[in-house]
């Protein structure tokens, strides 16, 4: 990393230890998007974080952006995952061939810290996927886009959507039904035809406005779209992906800053969990207790001093790993599978390490711990948040074992496939 990089991460740090440690709280209280928090990010540049300076972003290496999602997770994690998953739409949309839309709306990112979300998930109030998205129907030289998607993080301080829909392409002549076109465009979230439901309530990772979208008869020019058949889409994505190359290992940046959120998580947990030790003494109230001597400092019992050795254990390595990947992705792995197989690797170790942190940290400090006048009660929902929502671990480890007996592995998830 270089000078600017690295007083960019320090300038977010301060903010991640400040503020954004301050507000966590209300934040997650009322559910709240934490549109203060993202102001104070774009004010620095890095709603263009990942952009080339050329078109105005930072251009940020590739471990540097990592450092700055851990940075802001150890502060509040509902910040972190509405950026990084801005971040991943605005780095879809630089992937699009160019055409004047998609132009337009990067340079808008670039130079003036617009945002974007990217509703492409089941809708939080459905399970079948055969219901939902988006579907445009062909009208003159407009297409007409209705549906509803979900999960669309950092949605109230958006500008624009990432947003995929097919057209329907009937039968084939053999009375088969054909596969349809994908239509990519990039509509404003206050264009009339947009209505966000303001409708996220979760468990963790409240402040994320990761509201499902519903789309009904939103025009979009056919100018300002990208048609591709579905085909086509496939035999380009499968020809790209067979390649191994740096653009293409790249891509699994927005996975890995999933995997800096929930390392920055799993370091504000620990960090908690030392402090709490060190002041917490004794079980029951009073001086005295009828029951014999009581105990001492936490910090100062055996079994604490194990878990808490298990927990920096995985901290640890957690971060050996994660830095290893992130710096060797600008290096060309010998095969696509290769480097699969290595992110796969990776996410199953920061996977465990969360799963263990999180349920360390409470183990350890205990019922003191897990009331909301502390942030480790938060701090758990959050991490778990994201365990929940992205690759599952035995599906992980299931995928490790065939990729070592030689069987192709494909990582598909939040951030893409």
């Not at 990089?5 to 740090?13: G, K, S």
């Not at 337009?104 to 809708?123: N, T, W």
């Not at 699994?252 to 960090?271: E, M, P, Y």
């Not at 957690?318 to 990776?346: E, K, N, W």
């Amino acid at each position: 990393m270089d000078e600017r990089e690295t007083a960019l991460i320090a300038a977010v740090r301060e903010l991640a230890r400040g503020p954004f440690t301050q507000r966590a709280p209300r934040y997650d209280r009322e559910g709240a998007f934490t549109r203060e928090n993202i102001d104070e990010l774009r004010a620095l540049g890095l709603a263009g974080m990942s952009l080339p300076q050329e078109v105005g972003g930072l251009g940020l290496s590739p471990e540097a952006q990592m450092r700055v999602m851990e940075e802001i997770a150890y502060g509040d994690a509902s910040t972190a995952v509405a950026l990084n998953m801005h971040r991943i739409a605005a780095d879809l949309t630089a992937l699009l061939p160019p055409f004047p839309r998609r132009n337009a709306v990067l340079e808008d990112i670039a130079r003036h810290g617009a945002l974007m979300c990217a509703p492409g998930a089941i809708p939080t109030g459905e399970l079948d996927n055969r219901t939902t998205g988006y579907r445009a129907v062909e009208s003159g030289a407009e297409l007409v886009l209705s549906g509803r998607a979900g999960f669309a993080s950092a949605s109230e301080g958006a500008t624009y959507i990432f947003c995929v829909a097919t057209i329907d392409r009937g039968t084939t002549a053999d009375g088969r039904p054909a596969e349809p076109d994908l239509v990519f465009c990039l509509p404003r979230t206050d264009q009339p035809g947009v209505r966000i439901l303001y409708n996220w309530d979760a468990m963790g990772l409240r402040g994320t406005a990761s509201h499902d979208i519903e789309l009904d008869d939103l025009v979009v020019p056919r100018a300002e779209a990208l048609i591709l058949p579905l085909p086509m889409f496939r035999a380009i994505v499968e020809a790209v992906q067979s390649q191994p190359s740096v653009q293409n290992q790249r891509r699994s940046l927005g996975t890995l800053g999933i995997l800096a959120i929930w390392l920055g998580l799993a370091q504000a947990a620990f960090d908690f969990t030392l402090e709490y030790v060190g002041q917490r003494h004794g079980f029951l109230a009073g001086k005295v207790s009828a029951l014999g001597t009581p105990p001492g400092y936490r910090a100062e019992q055996a079994w604490a001093q194990i878990a808490i050795g298990q927990m920096e254990h995985w901290l640890e390595t957690g971060r050996t790993v994660f830095y290893d990947t992130v710096r060797r992705v600008d290096t060309v792995f010998p095969s696509s599978q290769a480097f699969t197989r290595h992110l796969i690797r990776t996410v199953y170790h920061l996977r465990r390490m969360s799963e263990e942190v999180a349920l360390g940290a409470m183990k350890v400090c205990g019922a003191h711990a897990y009331v909301r006048a502390r942030p480790l009660e938060r701090i758990v929902r959050d991490l778990m948040g994201g365990v929940v929502m992205a690759w599952k671990t035995d599906e992980l480890a299931q995928m490790l074992g065939r990729a070592a007996l030689g069987m192709p592995v494909t990582l598909v998830g939040p951030a893409g496939s």
